[in-house]
């Protein structure tokens, strides 16, 4: 049975993969803190920011495959500690890579829709990276120094992962905005701001299903719909049977980190592959509406 370590076990993808991969892997989960990561995982600290703590851990475990899924990820937090956000989402993935190339592993490093300026949208994987903020900016050298370590990769690019946390996890844009209107709270949500939002589980389902590969490939693995912020919420609504009205749409909201308008990603690529499909908007809700909040 291969190996697979997952970094960032901890978090909202890591701790979906754990799952998914148990039953034709030996699973091992390394985050930061481990509090959540059940003991049939293996749980270890891992600070990717330390060099030898990673090359320590990697070469203890040795494993055949690890998808490095740590990362800063609050996007204006980057802009307030732009050192911090380096270390961890740039030096983080060379220090995995480079630990992996001497055991002759193999890395899935999850990237993001923010390494493009949003000007054009629709982006393939040949288009050129122009990011406009610390957190793209500090994402796209992370994919970089992996891929200059030339070891059998995938880099996904994904965006707006979406689905129902658990408990002890933070809000994604979809369980933030159901938590609000399930209170009847108004939301204001920023006209613009086009992505391809992408439902936490057909991520974790595409990984799964191309975990076995030997060459080095960039994807964008994101859900099929481009959609604003706006329309993605008003579907939400529809979808949940909120009431409408809770929706305002504004022109402008306070961000500290500049966003691009459309870094929508052209799923073209993988659609190819054949192996799996990604789900509209409409049918990742009605999936979410049938699964149970807390189920795994
Ligand atoms: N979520 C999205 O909408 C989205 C969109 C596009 C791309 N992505 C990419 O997808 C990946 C997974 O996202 P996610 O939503 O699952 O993120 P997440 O929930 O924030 O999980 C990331 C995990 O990494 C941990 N971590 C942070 N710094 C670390 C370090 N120095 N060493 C080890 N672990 C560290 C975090 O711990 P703490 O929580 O304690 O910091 C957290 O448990 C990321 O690479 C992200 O860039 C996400």
Redesign the pocket.
């Known amino acids: 049975m291969e190996k697979i370590l997952i ?2 076990a ?5 701790r979906r993969l754990l799952y998914r991969f148990q039953d034709e892997f030996d699973v091992y989960g390394a ?3 481990t509090t959540g990561i059940h003991e049939k995982y293996h749980p270890n600290y ?4 330390k060099k030898t703590v990673v090359h320590d851990l990697i070469n203890n475990i040795k494993p055949n495959l690890t998808i490095l ?5 609050d996007v204006d937090a980057c802009e307030d500690f732009p050192e911090k956000a380096r270390k ?1 989402n740039t030096d ?1 993935p060379l220090f995995v890579a480079e630990a992996l190339k001497e055991i002759g592993g193999r890395m899935i490093h ?4 923010f390494i493009f300026d949003g000007e054009k949208g629709d982006y393939n994987e040949k288009d050129i990276p122009k990011p406009i903020s610390i957190y793209g900016k500090t ?1 796209l050298e992370g994919e970089n120094n992996v891929l200059k370590q030339k070891i059998p990769t995938l880099i996904c690019r ?4 979406f689905g129902w946390p658990e408990v002890d ?2 809000h ?1 844009f979809f369980s933030w905005a159901y938590e609000n209107l399930s209170q009847n709270k108004e939301l204001k949500i920023i006209s613009g701001q086009i992505t391809t939002p992408t439902l936490v589980d057909d991520l974790v389902e595409f990984l799964y299903q191309n975990s076995n590969f030997t060459q080095t490939e960039i994807y964008h693995t994101c859900g099929c719909e481009s959609i604003s912020r706006f329309d993605f919420i008003l579907k939400l609504i529809r979808n949940f049977n909120f009431d409408e009205n809770l929706l305002k749409e504004v022109d402008f909201f306070p961000q500290k980190a500049k966003r691009p308008n459309n870094s929508s990603l052209n799923t073209s690529k993988i659609q190819k592959l054949g192996k799996y499909k990604f789900r509209n908007i409409n049918q990742s809700f009605q999936y979410l509406k049938a699964k149970s909040k807390n189920s795994k």
């Open positions: 970094i960032g901890n978090g909202f993808l890591g985050d930061l803190i891992i600070d990717i920011t899924t740590a990362a800063m990820t961890i983080g999850i990237s993001t829709d994402k994904t965006s707006v992962l996890q933070r994604n």
